[in-house]
């Protein structure tokens, strides 16, 4: 597994990340900074691993993972990790406030609840919104304005390994997608069952279903075990 630096160091990140708590939420429940730099070293942990299999050159600095709190896509997740960790360790109330800090600078809706895979990739998902409800699996890239959902029974999504969802894309209800699956922008499905190695275009009940030749995960992730 690649080596992951950062732009800064864990307590750096914890200083500045605290800052931004205390100036958005600023109530009487102060942030905790012993527990937050704990929660941070696991949020980094787990950016270790997801960065270890993103060939994109914004997360590789000489043949290391990067970090960079001023990149947006790095910032965004690494928020949805310290919200997930603290609500793990029942820290609610660093959880809460962490996603909202998320929601708020990058308008994403990824509550704490929502248990992403170890490989991940958010592409400057702005206005995207993952249903905590769902099943993600390894290799889940999602771009801007993605929705994850449930249906009126109040049934989610199962993803499997390696989906790419383009922007304005949604999944919605008793959907299970199989391996190797793109959904084009401005696409939908609700209540389908997808084969593996397909593409899906175009809206429900009307869409078009091809196979997928082309086989793009690996223009986001590293799929060799190191």
Do not use: W
């Not at 708590?21 to 691993?49: G, H, R, W």
């Not at 993803?159 to 939908?188: A, H, P, Q, R, Y």
Request: charged share 15%.
């Amino acid at each position: 597994m690649r080596k992951l630096i950062t732009s800064i160091t864990n307590s750096s990140i914890c200083d500045y990340l605290s800052k931004q708590l205390d100036t958005f939420y600023p109530d009487e429940n102060n942030i905790n900074k012993i527990s937050l730099l704990e929660i941070v070293n696991l949020a980094m942990e787990n950016i270790e691993i997801c960065f270890s299999k993103i060939v994109s050159p914004y997360y590789i600095k000489n043949n290391n993972s990067y970090f960079n709190h001023l990149n947006g896509d790095h910032y965004c997740s690494f928020l949805y990790q310290v919200s997930r960790r603290a609500y793990l360790k029942n820290e609610i109330d660093i959880a809460t406030k962490t996603f909202l800090l998320n929601k708020l600078l990058f308008g994403i809706d990824v509550f704490y609840t929502v248990d992403l895979p170890k490989h991940y990739i958010f592409v400057h998902p702005i206005g995207t919104v993952l249903g905590s409800g769902a099943i993600y699996s390894n290799y889940f890239v999602v771009y801007q304005g993605v929705t994850v959902g449930s249906n009126y029974n109040g049934i989610y999504p199962k993803f499997s390994n390696k989906t790419i969802l383009f922007s304005n894309s949604s999944v919605i209800g008793n959907s299970e997608i199989g391996e190797n699956f793109v959904l084009g922008g401005k696409s939908s499905i609700i209540n389908m069952a997808i084969d593996k190695n397909k593409v899906v275009m175009g809206n429900f009940p009307n869409n078009k279903i091809l196979n997928n030749e082309k086989n793009g995960i690996h223009k986001y992730f590293c799929l060799k075990d190191n």
